[in-house]
């Protein structure tokens, strides 16, 4: 199963309390306070690991409290610090405040850390040094441990891919990732056979980059239509958006806006992205049709459409090709922006 939002609530470990103890040995005249500190309630973490690709863990498991500090004691005898919780999610993964909508953190990198929660100090006891003066040498003074931060949170997974798949339902998406990576989606011959986002690593001519097939979108998807556009937040952070429109269509290009228009309604900066067009399905379209419909949607579009069949293979090395080669300016253009950005004043 695949989960792509939870909801948690959070409870960093208290403080354990000081203690109010005083020494009484035979051969120690004089013992004076000897309670010891409380310890400090433990932290929670949470960390991207690599290996993890949903949410589903915080699906139904939302809540988790860290260990509390131990009391202190005498002897001055200091209590434990109670054990850091780390809560392990997957790169990618944007963590909010659930109460402000704050965005807090965004994992973009396997094994960044981010301390979602404090847990409380532990408390004075009468041992502590901070009590005792030439004035008051039996201090009968403690404090109780502070209280473990405590936060509601929402985490959102946005997939770290190069190359976002978008269109209508078996448009020939999910054809086409199983063609030229590894991925094996659900493929068949009704729409919304994609109901999860799915990754695959393509590799071509040496050169390799991350593509995920987004669930089919339809007119109205912004409005909550089919599966709705839930799923485009994936996109968010894709380079390049690979628009695959169904060449046996009647309608190509009214197909093509009704997409565009999800997108731009979606907003975040999806539709902005550098776009290329692919009229699949070649291999049921008589060659005149063919020329035709190409015209019209180059026309439509002002981009020059690839052509390809996910099911014979026709076309399929010079779309990944022209994917690596748009992959490849953008990453060169997203090393030149952080590299003015770390020279500049």
């Given at each position: 199963?695949?989960?792509?939002?939870?909801?948690?609530?959070?409870?960093?470990?208290?403080g354990?309390?000081g203690?109010?103890?005083?020494?009484?040995?035979?051969?120690?005249?004089?013992g004076?306070p000897?309670?010891?500190?409380?310890?400090?309630?433990?932290?929670?973490?949470?960390?991207a690991?690599?290996?993890?690709?949903?949410l589903?863990?915080?699906?139904y498991?939302?809540?988790?409290?860290?260990q509390?500090?131990?009391?202190?004691?005498?002897?001055n005898?200091?209590g434990a610090?109670?054990?850091?919780?780390?809560?392990?999610?997957?790169?990618?993964?944007?963590?909010?405040?659930?109460?402000?909508?704050?965005?807090?953190?965004?994992f973009?990198?396997?094994?960044?850390r981010?301390?979602?929660?404090?847990?409380?100090?532990?408390?004075?006891?009468?041992?502590?040094?901070?009590?005792?003066r030439?004035?008051?040498?039996a201090?009968?003074?403690h404090?109780?441990g502070?209280?473990g931060?405590?936060r509601?949170?929402?985490l959102?997974?946005?997939?770290?891919?190069?190359?976002?798949?978008?269109?209508?339902?078996?448009?020939?998406?999910?054809?086409?990732?199983?063609r030229?990576?590894?991925?094996?989606?659900?493929?068949?011959?009704?729409?919304f056979?994609?109901?999860?986002?799915?990754?695959?690593?393509v590799?071509?001519?040496?050169?390799?980059?991350?593509?995920?097939?987004?669930?089919?979108?339809?007119?109205?998807?912004?409005?909550g239509?089919?599966?709705?556009?839930?799923f485009?937040?994936?996109a968010?952070?894709?380079?390049?958006?690979?628009?695959v429109?169904?060449?046996?269509?009647?309608?190509?290009?009214?197909?093509?806006?009704?997409?565009?228009?999800?997108?731009?309604?979606?907003?975040?900066?999806?539709?902005?992205?550098?776009?290329?067009?692919?009229?699949?399905?070649?291999?049921?379209i008589?060659p005149?049709l063919?020329?035709?419909?190409?015209?019209?949607l180059?026309?439509?579009?002002g981009?020059?459409?690839?052509?390809?069949?996910?099911?014979?293979?026709d076309?399929?090395?010079?779309v990944v090709?022209a994917l690596a080669?748009a992959?490849?300016?953008?990453?060169?253009?997203?090393?030149?922006?952080?590299?003015?950005?770390?020279?500049?004043?």
């Amino acid at each position: 199963m695949f989960a792509d939002e939870a909801k948690i609530s959070i409870k960093a470990g208290d403080g354990g309390n000081g203690c109010v103890a005083f020494r009484r040995e035979k051969y120690v005249p004089r013992g004076g306070p000897s309670g010891g500190d409380g310890g400090h309630g433990g932290d929670i973490y949470i960390e991207a690991n690599p290996h993890d690709n949903t949410l589903l863990r915080y699906r139904y498991n939302r809540e988790f409290h860290a260990q509390r500090g131990g009391h202190g004691e005498g002897s001055n005898c200091h209590g434990a610090s109670g054990e850091e919780m780390v809560l392990k999610v997957p790169v990618g993964t944007v963590v909010f405040d659930a109460d402000s909508g704050e965005q807090v953190f965004d994992f973009v990198e396997a094994g960044q850390r981010y301390r979602a929660a404090k847990g409380g100090r532990g408390g004075r006891g009468n041992g502590n040094p901070h009590f005792v003066r030439p004035w008051h040498q039996a201090p009968r003074e403690h404090e109780d441990g502070q209280p473990g931060e405590e936060r509601h949170l929402r985490l959102e997974l946005k997939l770290l891919a190069d190359v976002g798949l978008v269109g209508f339902p078996n448009a020939g998406k999910s054809t086409l990732i199983s063609r030229i990576s590894a991925a094996r989606p659900k493929i068949a011959d009704y729409p919304f056979t994609t109901l999860h986002p799915q990754l695959g690593v393509v590799d071509v001519d040496g050169r390799e980059f991350v593509l995920a097939d987004i669930p089919g979108l339809i007119e109205g998807a912004h409005e909550g239509a089919g599966l709705g556009d839930r799923f485009l937040g994936h996109a968010e952070r894709c380079a390049v958006v690979l628009h695959v429109v169904d060449g046996t269509e009647s309608a190509i290009v009214k197909a093509y806006r009704a997409i565009r228009r999800e997108l731009v309604a979606y907003g975040h900066g999806v539709a902005d992205k550098p776009e290329i067009v692919v009229l699949n399905k070649i291999d049921a379209i008589s060659p005149s049709l063919l020329t035709r419909k190409k015209a019209a949607l180059e026309k439509a579009t002002g981009k020059d459409v690839l052509l390809m069949s996910g099911v014979s293979g026709d076309g399929i090395r010079e779309v990944v090709r022209a994917l690596a080669r748009a992959v490849a300016i953008q990453r060169t253009r997203r090393r030149t922006a952080e590299s003015a950005r770390a020279w500049s004043p």
